[in-house]
């Protein structure tokens, strides 16, 4: 009963508080199915580390340090990059850079959509927050939670919870935040534009070579980002090498699905009451939204101005694709355009854009390493 009653005590109204943001992001994953892999956990294990006195976290009793299950598991796992880094492997297995290396031009929406992250950097520093802080809230806008999650955990770890929150939950709801950006944006005969779809043939070997390549000049360009790119592109090398199958599978699946439920489950160290519930967390979720709509619209508008120089015109909202939320940005795009004309097929155009989001998001993150670390 003391023991009870000590717990009951030692209640706050910012544990409560958590403990309700706790069971909404259950709710969203289990309700909306947004991002249940990683939301469900965050959700569950927020609720865990603000229970008084809880054995999840690390805690000062009678001044004895007790290590809790959850804070060795962030020492261990994001401290160190290894949980982010390791979902990178896992994510360069998913993907398929044909789609890309069939239409080149793509490269250049996936490198554009990245500059919500710099505005949003900017605007950060206008709100006081300081310079590491700012590149933290800014890389939001890559909409790609590893990257998020491995530069705010190198530059402002106190801050690691509400970006973790703020970059998955707006990945989830892309569909819900782009296409009113788009339709802002574009006219409905922009959004009509077809774009025909000739497949080059794109040979293994090209396929090989690619991710190895790609390491070579982000480790020359900026070579903190060898980390970041590197197991990116390594786990596409064990997808496209054809003689790692069964490691292959295993990285897309088994490896994701582990490390994800880790990674969800870990973050949640950092969302106590006591650090959680301010004002500035607030003004980090707003700017995270700013971030994904900056990202979008210059996506979208680097695609019209692109076609001033253009005979065969891209449809802009290709562009908006060229966010890292994949598959979810390309199916937005391609959902889009068969509600202006059913007969429009932009899907290998976005996936070819969202597959160089990928690669432009995880190069932004390396350079506010290189050049802020």
Known sequence: MEQILAVLGAFTYKQLIMMLVGAGLIWLAIEKEYEPNLLLPMGFGTILVNIPLSSAISQMVDGTLHKGALSVLFDLGIATELFPLLIFIAVGAMIDFSPLLSNPVMFLFGFAAQAGIFLTMGLALLFGFSLHEAAS?????????????????????????????????YMAIVPLIQPPVIRLLTTKSERRIKMAYAKRAVSRRTKILFPI?????????????????????????????????????????????????????????????????????????????????????????????????????????????????????????????????????????????????????????????????
């Open 137 to 169: 809230i800014g890389i939001i806008g890559a909409a790609d939670g590893p990257t998020s999650i491995y530069v705010s955990a190198r530059f402002a770890p106190h801050l690691l919870g509400p970006i973790s929150v703020a970059a998955y939950t």
């Open 213 to 373: 390549a790609v390491t070579l000049v982000a480790g020359v360009v900026a070579p903190a980002s060898v980390s970041l790119i590197g197991f990116l592109m390594f786990g596409n090398l064990v997808r496209e090498c054809g003689v790692l199958e069964r490691l292959s599978k295993a990285a897309q699946n088994e490896l994701a699905n582990l490390v994800t439920l880790l990674l969800g489950f870990t973050i949640a160290a950092t969302m106590t009451g006591e650090r959680f519930v301010q004002t500035s967390t607030l003004l980090i979720i707003a700017m995270g939204l700013v971030a994904f709509i900056l990202d979008t619209a210059a996506g979208v508008l680097a695609a019209k101005v692109l076609n001033l120089f253009r005979s065969e015109k891209i449809n802009p909202m290709v562009g908006a694709a060229g966010i890292s939320a994949f598959p979810m940005s390309a199916r937005v795009i391609q959902r889009m355009g068969q509600q202006e004309d059913p007969s429009n097929f932009l899907l290998m155009h976005a996936v070819g854009a969202n597959v160089a989001g990928q690669i432009g998001s995880v190069l932004a993150g390396g350079l506010l390493l290189a050049y802020l670390g």
